[in-house]
């Protein structure tokens, strides 16, 4: 079985720019969260896809967007960077069959640096 | 922000002492999970409780959920250096999917 997967692990980006990160799912699983965790703060929730569909969504801006492709790796994409969006961004995959929570298996997790 | 509240937000122990960390939702939480993130790691999950005034056990963790499912804590007996690390907990609301406590940063004085 094999776990969830994030790339890349680091990177910087210049304020303004677009970034696109990837996550590959744990096998089995059918569902995948994206989460902002700023530095000694908790995971903040940005969105969940199931089935492909954006499935919840944080309070977090437009320009956070994302992808789940047909294999349930998924992507998150942000526009137009700010200073504010360096911050380590976990994705979770988890196994939904029905209404309340599955864990979250989370990804060691893409640390976003903009200046 | 964050709904969900976390005490301590750091505890400094020796080893061999008793830790306990709180979690306090203002609203009725369906479930609660907790999770553990080493420094420098991934959060990682520990044991999700559902049923009012449930306790877990897992080894030297005890995990409780409060009568009116608002309140949960998470109590290690005779810590470990092993045990160092951010504790978290994590409850579900309505279409808010999970949200995270701030955690507690334990560190251990060997």
């Known amino acids: 079985e094999t776990g969830v997967t994030q790339s890349p692990t680091h990177l910087i980006k210049t304020r303004g720019q677009q970034v696109t990160l990837r996550c590959s799912s744990q096998s089995g699983h059918n569902t995948v969260s994206w989460y902002q965790q700023a530095l000694g703060q908790g995971p903040q929730f940005i969105f969940q896809y199931y089935r492909e569909e954006e499935n919840g969504r944080g309070n977090f801006p437009p320009r956070f967007s994302g992808l789940q492709f047909p294999n349930y790796s998924s992507e998150l994409n942000v526009n137009a960077l700010e200073l504010d969006d360096s911050a380590l961004y976990l994705c979770?995959?988890?196994?939904?069959?029905?209404?309340?929570?599955?864990?979250?298996?989370f990804g060691n997790g893409t640390r976003l640096t903009v200046t | 922000g964050q709904q969900v509240m976390q005490i301590p937000q750091y505890q400094h122990v020796q080893e061999g002492e008793d830790f306990t960390t709180y979690c306090n939702s203002s609203?009725?939480?369906?479930?609660i999970q907790w999770y553990k993130q080493r420094p420098g790691g991934h959060p990682v999950f520990l044991i999700q409780l559902v049923k009012s005034g449930e306790v877990k056990k897992q080894k030297r963790l005890t995990f409780q959920f409060g009568e009116a499912k608002k309140n949960s804590s998470l109590h290690i007996t005779a810590t470990q250096t092993t045990d160092v690390g951010t504790y978290f907990c994590?409850?579900?609301?309505?279409?808010?999917?999970?949200?995270f406590g701030q955690g507690t940063r334990l560190t251990i004085n060997p």
């Open positions: 609203t009725t939480l369906s479930n």
């Open positions: 979770a995959s988890s196994l939904e069959v029905g209404p309340g929570n599955s864990p979250l298996h």
């Open positions: 994590a409850g579900f609301r309505g279409a808010q999917k999970l949200v």
